[in-house]
């Protein structure tokens, strides 16, 4: 029952009772007559109606507060009243069971049959009601949570009542908790397969660049053409889903910056100028405002938007024109709405699928990821990010005449500047005696990092953990921290949430996050978790040395990549592709491969041993190590079979499903051995 029938039930009430007593009054009027007169026949007849009319009464009044009752007491609801004396004058069984399971019952005291359910310090309502959310404890271990709401009741007499009414909402509680469970899952989800996917995707990458630099026939240049094209279309692909999960988390951060709204437009333009040429169409950029002001806002995501709906453009349309508009007049109040369209002549859009463009990995139909690729997310994506901004987004479409996406964003005219970056020139030897603390558990990638640090002359400080990192940075004052995220006892979100917060000689020091963890670690994130910067893994010998100068304030120098050591046996591939330069350096490939010698094939045994136990933390350990070791040497299949273990490991699957794969990085370790023993003989 509502505390609107409540009240309405509490009227009814009063009303009997006023009945009851304005009768009674006559039945004393009749009594005081007889007492003082004789009675006449018809005040016989009169008294007999009015003492059954005051009976019929009663028990019309006996009835409702019975129902009320009834009505009150089977309530699933908790519902109390108490008078301005805190005394309990009415409760209900939900409210004492709910009293006889909690474990608190401190207020039980003097207010029998109950107690105030609240456990906050609300003041008597004057006027309207109060509401707010509760828990309790049970006394089986259950948390029970309330929706609770106060209201004041005033009586015709003028005293005056405080009705108490929770529902229970711990169900829903729950569903919350389950949804944010399930948001939390897909969030690891998407950050797991950035770090899976982008490492090899960087190698292709990397390779295919290496490639077109070398001497390749008409036919070989036509293949690394297209290895490229698709690695970048593949790219996009994993960037759309990122930003689409960014999005769906409230992740996703907004610039307000002065820029130039036709610079951005011309450069995003610019950047599909080759796709527009490669299918021979034509593009027109057109300005309705010959002096439109300069805007304050997000440069970053405009192009962002742009670019997505030029390559739509250009995706659906065969032949033809593309054509961007720019609408834009600054308004009185200083705000500056802009409407960008793009317009095609492509296949254009039935009216039936109009209304799902924008949904989430929608497409017009369901061969359009087939004829033309892509995620169905582009547009989503752009309609979110306009939306962030405070902007609408629509289409005009017909079926065969082409189509026009057009947005408007209300952005802010601006008079400031727009920043601009200044080239310093600085000697060559940029980073020669930079002082460097190296977070890194992995023995292979230490050596990597020591190795590229060391051809610059940096003088580096090896730290196995985050712990250790920590206590090596209290005794001395680095130049610059690189800290791998992903470390055992202490990681290095931890580990650098600690510098920042307690006094230490490196509390002010630039950090650098090595990562492979494209959610957490990312442009948005990385200042929040006390990083100065972020290098993504595998990262090349230009990226580390670029990023390096970049935070140490020293001008940036970009040295190419060394080609790849070229495989001793054609039976067993491994190369150094991504250590630039020291893929030359003797000394640099005679330890790695004693490293390799010394330590794997005991990592190896050690792995194969946790299999057998089923000690799955330990399996995952190990080929985690050993696949960042075996990808290091771009060691295949091995390192994929390493990834498949850990996830295996993570899934606590039968043994039987992780011994073959075991088997297999084992026999190829004995390979490499002997392989790599051989090349340490050369060698020397």
Not at 647 to 661: D, F, G, N, S, Y
Request: proline share 4%; aromatic share 6%; hydrophobic share 40%.
């Amino acid at each position: 029952m509502t505390i609107r029938k409540l009240a309405a039930e509490r009227r009814r009430r009063e009303a009997a009772e006023a009945e009851v007593i304005r009768l009674r009054a006559q039945l004393e009027a009749v009594s005081t007559s007889l007492a003082t007169a004789r009675i006449p026949s018809n005040a016989v007849e009169s008294l007999t109606e009015l003492i059954s009319q005051l009976k019929r009464t009663g028990q019309q009044l006996e009835d409702q507060q019975g129902l009320a009752r009834q009505v009150i007491d089977n309530s699933p609801n908790l519902i109390y009243v108490e008078d301005e004396a805190g005394r309990c004058v009415l409760t209900n069984k939900s409210y004492l069971h709910l009293q006889n399971q909690r474990i608190d019952l401190n207020r039980l005291e003097e207010k029998q049959p109950g107690i105030p359910i609240s456990q906050q310090s609300v003041e008597w309502p004057t006027d309207a009601s109060t509401s707010f959310e509760e828990c309790y404890q049970l006394k089986d271990g259950q948390t029970v949570w309330f929706y609770t709401t106060k209201s004041p009741l005033v009586r015709s007499d003028g005293s005056r009542f405080l009705l108490t009414y929770s529902s229970d909402i711990t169900d829903l509680k729950r569903a919350y908790r389950v949804a944010e469970d399930s948001v939390q899952a897909k969030q690891n989800f998407v950050a797991t397969m950035s770090h899976e996917i982008r490492t090899p995707l960087h190698g292709v990458m990397g390779l295919t660049e290496l490639l077109k630099k070398s001497s390749l026939s008409a036919e070989q240049d036509d293949y690394v053409e297209m290895i490229q094209s698709s690695t970048e279309n593949l790219l996009v692909i994993i960037n759309d889903i990122l930003d689409y999960a960014k999005i769906e988390s409230g992740t996703i951060n907004l610039e307000s910056i002065p820029f130039d709204i036709m610079q951005i437009v011309q450069e995003a333009a610019r950047s599909l100028s080759f796709k527009i040429a490669e299918k021979g169409l034509l593009l027109h950029i057109v300005n309705l405002n010959e002096k439109l002001p300069q805007a304050k806002g997000d440069p970053f995501r405009l192009h962002q938007v742009l670019v997505n709906l030029i390559s739509n453009a250009i995706k659906f349309t065969q032949q033809g024109i593309i054509t961007i508009t720019i609408d834009g007049r600054a308004a009185e109040d200083g705000t500056l709405p802009v409407t960008f369209s793009v317009a095609d002549t492509g296949i254009g859009i039935s009216a039936d699928n109009l209304h799902l463009i924008f949904n989430s990995f929608q497409q017009a139909n369901s061969s359009i990821p087939r004829l033309y690729g892509g995620t169905g997310l582009g547009l989503t994506i752009c309609k979110n990010i306009v939306e962030l901004q405070g902007g609408q987004i629509g289409v005009r479409s017909e079926l065969g005449q082409g189509s026009c996406f057009y947005f408007t964003v209300p952005y802010k005219v601006s008079d400031e500047p727009i920043q601009k970056e200044a080239s310093i020139t600085q000697p060559l030897d940029l980073l020669e005696d930079l002082s460097i603390l190296l977070a890194e558990d992995n023995s292979v990638n230490q050596l990597i990092a020591v190795a590229m640090l060391g051809q610059w002359q940096v003088r580096v400080d090896l730290a196995q953990n985050g712990e250790e990192a920590i206590n090596k940075a209290k005794l001395r004052k680095y130049d610059l921290i690189l800290m791998d995220v992903q470390m055992p006892q202490l990681d290095g979100l931890a580990a650098t949430a600690w510098l920042r917060k307690e006094a230490n000689p490196n509390q002010q020091t630039a950090i650098i996050a090595l990562t492979a963890d494209a959610i957490r670690i990312s442009e948005d994130s990385y200042e929040q978790l006390g990083f100065t910067d972020f290098l993504t893994k595998p990262y090349s010998e230009t990226e580390l040395y670029n990023l390096l100068a970049q935070v140490s304030q020293r001008q940036q120098i970009p040295l190419p990549p060394a080609p790849p050591v070229p495989p001793h046996d054609p039976n067993l591939r491994y190369d150094f592709y991504m250590l630039g330069k020291l893929a030359t350096n003797k000394e640099f490939i005679r330890k790695m491969l004693e490293l390799f010698i010394q330590r794997v094939p005991g990592q190896v045994e050690t792995l194969q041993q946790a299999i057998e136990q089923e000690n799955w933390e330990d399996v995952a350990r190990e080929a985690h190590t050993l696949k960042s070791t075996f990808g290091s040497l771009n060691i295949q299949p091995e390192t994929s079979h390493l990834k498949r273990l850990e996830e295996l490991a993570a899934l606590q699957a039968p043994k039987h499903e992780l011994q073959p794969l075991s088997s297999a990085v084992s026999k190829a370790t004995q390979q490499f051995v002997d392989l790599f023993a051989q090349e340490l003989a050369q060698l020397s």
